[in-house]
């Protein structure tokens, strides 16, 4: 199922989900603290590294908002009865999670698969937390602290980044060991109203555009660091916080023409500086507790639901990728070339794998005593396990299929423009199928998506986006069915001798 009408009304809908004027308003007003080029800057709706991405977020809001996509993309709010965006709904059934994968994908198709911290990836792992309060503290009232922001955010239609991973200072040191003990994102004081946190914390892609950023650590964490055990939700614009943004592809585009992905779809990575940022008690879920700390993705589905929706937008990403290099085959009339067509078969193998690979995380879901659906952790853990290896050959794949055409083009769009080189540029780069303009402006959007810096920065995402290599193939050891493997060694070591 595929939908693709988005709204334009820059008003709040009848059912009041939060349009894509309410978001940029909302984002305009907030005056947060972001470093890029050199530059503070307070509002990413106006500065030209963010605000075409914000514009692209905007039109999710209004894609999901819009009427027509009711029923993808929303469920209906328990406590309210109003719709709310379906990647909060916490799945019961087979089905349900059949229609969280369809709302992820409707949302990753208006990036074409290239924003991967959309509202809908961190709200997934809320989802997974509010499935399970009775694992956070019921002592501290952490279970309940859990559940209200949940509901807050699905019933307000918020927008959540996390930075959940430590910086790369010492890693051959626990935090509390490292030569300044607050490098790290720690607790340093409490007090009757909540904690103060200093430190930094990495990698908050999408946190520029965010109404909150969760800080929490995924890594595990040892005996002494107890003060940087936590799960925290925090305002971007809160006091303290600043955002330094990598660098920003955008200011590097000379055009859209030119460069037709980089100039929309650059979500933005930023480390997060915590300077003395004071959290309310209702806004901490974990507090120097470091079993619950590392456990938090594994024994609420977190982390599987959040890895759900991040596969349907990998899936997406796919069938983007197979559609430019079919697109270019046959620009260049090699579409029916036998070697080409291998090459093509290859790569509709890896995409499909992934493809029905997240398809079986919902055949294969079980439902808790709880009556919780979990999505199969195999078949999300072995395409995670491959995903560093598959991605980059699926990439290089396409470099051989278009050997030099993606290179060989005029410098700029600005060519067609000058009346010298004009006849020439309309003359040589035409191609049996497209003339030069159509094929210029395929071979771009190409280059853009595989050779660009934005471009190289997503092959290193798809590499480390679910963490290391090492680290996704440890949980797909820890979930495979040894012990029926093992067993069907033990009864061949069994089997009774045969007669002569």
Excluded at 94 to 110: F, T
Excluded at 111 to 135: C, E, I, Q, W
Excluded at 248 to 274: C, H, I, K, N, W
Aim: proline share 6%; glycine share 6%.
């Amino acid at each position: 199922m595929s939908v693709h009408k988005i709204a334009r009304s820059a008003e709040p809908t009848d059912a009041g989900i939060r349009t894509g004027a309410q978001f940029l308003a909302d984002l305009s007003a907030s005056k947060r603290t972001i470093f890029v080029a050199g530059e503070k800057v307070s509002d990413p709706t106006k500065h030209p590294a963010f605000r075409n991405a914000a514009r692209t977020l905007a039109r999710l809001f209004d894609y999901a908002a819009d009427p027509a996509n009711r029923e993808a993309m929303t469920f209906t709010s328990p406590d309210t009865g109003r719709p709310v965006w379906r990647c909060w709904q916490i799945p019961q059934n087979h089905a349900d999670l059949r229609a969280k994968r369809i709302a992820a994908e409707g949302w990753a198709e208006q990036s074409f698969g290239l924003m991967g911290r959309t509202p809908d990836h961190v709200a997934n792992f809320f989802a997974g937390y509010a499935a399970k309060p009775d694992f956070f503290d019921k002592d501290r009232g952490f279970d309940r602290n859990i559940l209200d922001f949940y509901r807050y955010a699905r019933d307000n239609h918020r927008y959540i980044a996390y930075a959940i991973v430590p910086p790369q200072i010492d890693r051959s040191k626990p935090a509390h060991q490292q030569a300044d003990p607050t490098l790290y994102a720690g607790v340093v004081k409490e007090t009757d109203s909540g904690i103060v946190i200093r430190g930094g914390q990495q990698l908050a892609t999408g946190a520029v555009f965010a109404d909150y950023v969760q800080v929490s650590c995924i890594h595990p964490l040892k005996e002494g660091d107890e003060a940087y055990a936590f799960n925290v939700v925090i305002p971007v614009d809160a006091p303290g916080v600043r955002l330094i943004a990598r660098r920003a592809f955008p200011l590097q585009a000379t055009s859209a023409e030119d460069y037709p992905l980089t100039s929309r779809f650059d979500e933005t990575d930023s480390f997060v500086v915590l300077d003395d940022v004071h959290v309310p008690w209702k806004h901490v879920f974990i507090y120097r507790d470091t079993q619950r700390c590392f456990t938090q993705w594994w024994q609420t589905p977190s982390h599987l639901y959040g890895n759900h929706q991040a596969q349907a937008r990998y899936a997406t990403k796919l069938r983007f990728l197979m559609g430019l290099a079919k697109r270019m085959n046959e620009a260049t009339g090699n579409d029916k070339v036998p070697p080409v067509m291998v090459e093509m078969g290859e790569l509709a193998a890896y995409a499909s794998i992934v493809e029905h690979m997240l398809h079986a995380q919902e055949v294969d879901a079980t439902i808790d005593k709880d009556g919780t659906l979990w999505p199969s952790k195999t078949a999300l853990y072995a395409v995670m396990a491959l995903q560093s290896q598959i991605n980059p050959h699926m990439i290089d794949i396409v470099r051989e299929l278009t050997g030099a055409g993606m290179i060989t083009l005029p410098s700029s769009a600005k060519d067609f423009d000058n009346p010298e080189s004009a006849p020439d540029v309309e003359r040589y780069f035409v191609s049996s199928e497209m003339g030069a303009r159509d094929r210029v402006r395929l071979m771009r959007l190409a280059w853009d998506f595989i050779g660009t810096e934005f471009a190289n920065r997503h092959q290193q995402y798809e590499k480390f986006y679910g963490g290391a290599a090492y680290l996704v193939k440890t949980n797909m050891f820890r979930n495979y069915d040894f012990a029926r493997a093992g067993r069907m060694v033990d009864d061949a070591l069994g089997l009774p001798p045969i007669e002569d």
